[in-house]
């Protein structure tokens, strides 16, 4: 047994101890990607610009979830969860913007302000 | 405790550890233990991504329907402010991680002065999102019915942004001034005061007048602000449902500010805990599972920021 895994077994408690190295380099990484998140919304790339702050934020939040929050050294259930629960709120709002136009075209113009009168005060909800 | 990590450390690989006190009779090893905490909290923190993802529905709802009101809103939203609380979150899920691992290690010092440092990231936090509040609610943004917003706050932050120093201090000191001798007098008052401001400030620089049509001028479009804001020092048209944006913003936030308390008192208990040296490497489950939940506040957060103080 060489001398590193000697060190490494010293460990005998539970769960796995993450190197330092990974922890601060996931600080550092996260320090920059918010850097360059904010950097980037100074240059006008029309819709991609939110493209490219989720994109962004995904990799941050990866690299949160695997390292600081251990699911990389963990068993694969609790990816399992996480990722089935992201799974479910993306149908969630896929499934509501794949809705939202459907009733756009029934929509009759002028129909809410058509019932503003003083016994029904739809406007102080304005 | 230090004892009793003593003695399994002496014990060796002989996996003695069946005799720990901190093994419940239902569980077969100290790991198998810790799994099952960490699986349980993982089933918790789902449960509060689908909650907050009802949120994010709302959000990409009335993005999609009205875009135009995230353009307006986001100018109220200050980036720095809301840069600085990311990088305050990111350093305090560091100092959360760092105290998982000293638990682990059993350094107790190492570990109290982490939770210490994690709870003073989140201070700072809750301290910033203080300072935007009331720079909002000074200036009558509050979400729904009650919002009555001041436009002097969108001339001082949009102008004073693009080389009218002397117009935004003057603002500013004014807003804050008037902010400390009227707190609590209600936004009327507030409004007139800042409106008279804006009124002795505007003449002066001679170059612009404050918008108080509240009529949507929709051919302006997304891109014509920004280049209107960045050429001359005009201010972006107040959308109608502007007050939608900012409910949006208090309940994201404010569900997160909560979640932020609830981990402090979190984080509190296990710094209690841990002046009792309760942890050591072969139990510090309340530890790691705080520390999870403290990193999902780090991840929500994580998307907030981009999404409402990033539009461009």
Not at chain 1, 112 to 118: A, E, F, Q, T
Not at chain 2, 283 to 307: A, N, R, S
Request: aromatic fraction near 12%; include cysteine; charged fraction near 15%.
């Amino acid at each position: 047994m060489s001398e590193a895994t000697a060190h490494h077994e010293e460990h005998h408690g539970v769960g796995h101890i993450v190197d330092w190295r990974v922890l601060i380099g996931v600080l550092v990484s996260l320090l920059i990607l918010t850097w360059l998140t904010v950097k980037v919304t100074e240059f006008d790339l029309g819709s991609l610009n939110i493209v490219i702050a989720l994109v962004i934020a995904t990799l941050k939040a990866s690299l949160v979830c695997l390292f600081f929050m251990h699911l990389y050294y963990d068993q694969p259930f609790n990816s399992i969860i996480l990722v089935s629960s992201l799974l479910f709120v993306l149908i969630f709002i896929l499934f509501s913007l794949l809705d939202l136009s459907a009733y756009q075209s029934s929509i009759i113009p002028d129909y809410i302000s058509s019932l503003r009168d003083p016994a029904y005060p739809l406007d102080q909800l304005k | 405790m230090t004892t009793e990590t003593q003695v399994i450390d002496e014990g060796g690989h002989d996996h003695e550890h069946a005799h720990s006190p901190h093994l419940q009779h239902h569980f077969d090893t100290l790991d198998q233990q810790f799994n099952a905490g960490k699986l349980g909290m993982w089933l918790f923190l789902a449960t509060e991504i689908l909650l907050f993802g009802g949120l994010f529905v709302a959000y990409a709802i009335y993005r999609n329907l009205h875009p135009e009101i995230f353009e307006y809103g986001h100018h109220f939203l200050d980036p720095k402010l809301g840069g600085i609380n990311t990088a305050v979150l990111i350093l305090s899920s560091f100092t959360m991680a760092a105290a998982v691992r000293f638990a682990q290690e059993g350094k107790q010092g190492m570990l109290k002065l982490c939770l210490v440092l994690t709870l003073c990231g989140a201070c700072g936090f809750l301290g910033i999102k203080y300072i935007e509040y009331s720079h909002k609610m000074v200036h009558g943004i509050f979400p729904g019915k009650y919002y009555n917003p001041d436009e002097h706050i969108l001339e001082e932050e949009l102008l004073g942004a693009h080389g009218h120093g002397a117009v935004a201090e003057h603002g500013r000191d004014h807003a804050s001034s008037s902010g400390e001798e009227t707190h609590g007098e209600g936004a009327h008052e507030e409004s007139t005061q800042s409106a008279e401001a804006s009124a002795q400030a505007a003449p002066a620089e001679g170059e612009f007048v404050i918008e108080k049509s509240q009529i949507v001028e929709a051919p302006e479009g997304p891109e014509g602000m920004v280049g209107i804001v960045h050429e001359k020092p005009e201010l972006p048209k107040r959308p109608e449902k502007a007050h939608v944006f900012f409910g949006i913003y208090y309940l994201m936030t404010g569900l997160h500010g909560i979640h932020v308390l609830i981990g402090m008192c979190a984080i509190g208990w296990v710094f209690f805990r841990s002046t009792r040296g309760e942890f050591g490497p072969d139990y510090f489950t309340p530890v790691d599972l705080v520390g999870l939940y403290w990193h999902l506040v780090d991840l929500i957060w994580i998307y907030l920021f981009p999404l409402l103080y990033l539009i461009h």
